[in-house]
């Protein structure tokens, strides 16, 4: 039987908006899994974590970056062969303080902040190309508007 696990959360951080909106975009380091692909900040949700604190503990990790403001996106399943499940992401969006104040995790060896129309370009994943277009579809503005209420977890 495949088994069904909530296991890990995504984090695209956003800065700006409207005609000035940009995309953090992170590229895996050399000796790490799927080396040289580019994606959003991703990781494992602990043990009794919820979702919204491994994806402010993540963006820290690989990013050095903290949270302004945090929104839910979508969940996301995907199937791992190696572990017979189905992996399940949370997805956020997130405005970092000091975007500039970039510090990278052993993880990654480089990091860009690029136009929306470059970073679905540039990202790996198609279902993080999908995740991206509903986040901008929901932020382009730097906030999720009548929605706001709903989407925003802080």
Same mark, same amino acid.
């Given at each position: 039987? #495949?088994?069904?696990? #909530?296991?890990?959360?995504?984090?695209?951080? =956003?800065?700006?908006?409207?005609?000035?909106?940009?995309?953090?975009?992170?590229?895996?380091?050399?000796?790490?899994?799927?080396?040289?692909?580019?994606?959003?900040?991703?990781?494992?949700?602990?043990?009794?974590?919820?979702?919204?604190?491994?994806?402010?503990?993540?963006?820290?990790?690989?990013?050095?970056?903290?949270?302004?403001?945090?929104?839910?996106? #979508?969940?996301?399943?995907?199937? =791992?062969?190696?572990?017979?499940?189905?992996?399940?992401?949370?997805?956020?969006?997130?405005?970092?303080?000091?975007?500039?104040?970039?510090?990278?995790?052993?993880?990654?060896?480089?990091?860009?902040?690029?136009?929306?129309?470059?970073?679905?370009?540039? =990202?790996?994943?198609?279902?993080?190309?999908?995740? =991206?277009?509903?986040?901008?579809?929901?932020?382009?503005?730097?906030?999720?508007?009548?929605?706001?209420?709903?989407?925003?977890?802080?």
């Amino acid at each position: 039987m #495949i088994k069904l696990k #909530i296991g890990v959360v995504d984090v695209f951080l =956003l800065r700006g908006a409207a005609n000035d909106l940009r995309v953090l975009v992170l590229r895996r380091a050399e000796g790490t899994r799927c080396t040289g692909a580019w994606e959003a900040v991703h990781g494992n949700i602990k043990p009794r974590e919820r979702p919204e604190a491994a994806a402010l503990r993540e963006v820290r990790e690989e990013t050095g970056l903290e949270v302004a403001r945090l929104y839910s996106v #979508i969940c996301q399943p995907f199937y =791992l062969h190696q572990r017979d499940a189905v992996q399940v992401a949370v997805v956020f969006a997130a405005f970092a303080e000091t975007p500039d104040a970039l510090a990278l995790g052993p993880e990654h060896d480089t990091a860009e902040w690029l136009r929306p129309e470059e970073a679905l370009r540039r =990202l790996s994943w198609p279902r993080s190309v999908s995740a =991206l277009r509903d986040a901008l579809q929901l932020l382009r503005a730097g906030h999720a508007g009548p929605v706001e209420d709903v989407l925003r977890v802080f």
